[in-house]
């Protein structure tokens, strides 16, 4: 589990600001996936990415932004943070046709 | 896409009993099947998983079914423990490399 991270844990901030969450994993996977998690959807894909420079879009990717220029970072951006996207997001990655391994977490409060 | 229905969404029980969750699935082109764990507070971690040429799966207390016919998969705790307490997430996958669909959690609790 230590070989993916995310950052920061907990973030506050105010509608209206850009919010870029970070991860990072040392695994070398091929694919890593962000989701956000609420009560009541379970978790729910933002945005994925096959390879460095290779990404596509999940199920809610409205309001985010990610690149991958790095096979070990995967950043994902709130260009304009709203009070909906209040929410705990994960980061996880893959190798191709493995199981997904998740971070620890980023708990994300927009105001 | 495919579409993972999860139920029940609660479920309590009594330590020693066993826990049965419940998925169905949509697309007949799934062929992976994870269960995840997640404690409160904690990331979801891989608890079991099956592929779609195998029909049941154990692992100490816990063992998964399919029935690819019907489009279902049931995740089966026996002997439970009040540290089997979490959120319980299934998913379907046509390729595990790509997306997984998650159901939308089941929240176990053991009473001791």
């Known amino acids: 589990d230590a070989g993916i991270t995310q950052s920061p844990r907990y973030k506050i901030t105010e509608t209206g600001r850009q919010v870029t969450l970070m991860c990072h994993q040392t695994?070398?996977?091929?694919?890593m996936f962000w989701y956000r998690q609420d009560l009541g959807h379970g978790l729910r894909l933002i945005y994925y990415?096959?390879?460095?420079?290779?990404?596509d879009k999940g199920e809610v990717p409205d309001g985010y932004v990610v690149s991958r220029s790095k096979t070990e970072n995967f950043p994902l951006t709130l260009e304009s943070a709203t009070r909906s996207q209040t929410s705990v997001y994960f980061c996880?990655?893959?190798?191709?046709?493995?199981?997904?391994?998740f971070g620890p977490g980023t708990r994300l409060l927009v105001l | 896409g495919e579409n993972v229905e999860q139920h029940p969404s609660t479920l309590s029980v009594q330590e020693g009993d066993s826990a049965v969750i419940k998925c169905t699935y949509s697309?007949?082109?799934?062929?992976?099947f994870p269960w995840y764990k997640q404690e409160l507070g904690k990331r979801p971690q891989l608890i079991i998983d099956?592929?779609?040429?195998?029909g049941e799966k154990k692992d100490q207390r816990i063992a998964v079914t399919l029935n690819k016919t019907a489009k279902h998969f049931s995740l089966h705790i026996t002997e439970t423990q009040p540290e089997d307490s979490a959120v319980y997430f299934c998913?379907?996958?046509?390729?595990?490399?790509?997306?997984?669909?998650f159901g939308t959690g089941t929240s176990l609790t053991v009473i001791p």
């Open positions: 996880a990655s893959s190798e191709t046709r493995g199981t997904q391994y």
């Open positions: 695994w070398s996977h091929s694919y």
């Open positions: 990415s096959a390879a460095a420079d290779i990404t």
């Open positions: 697309d007949s082109a799934s062929n992976y």
């Open positions: 099956i592929r779609s040429n195998v």
């Open positions: 998913a379907a996958s046509i390729n595990t490399g790509n997306q997984f669909y």
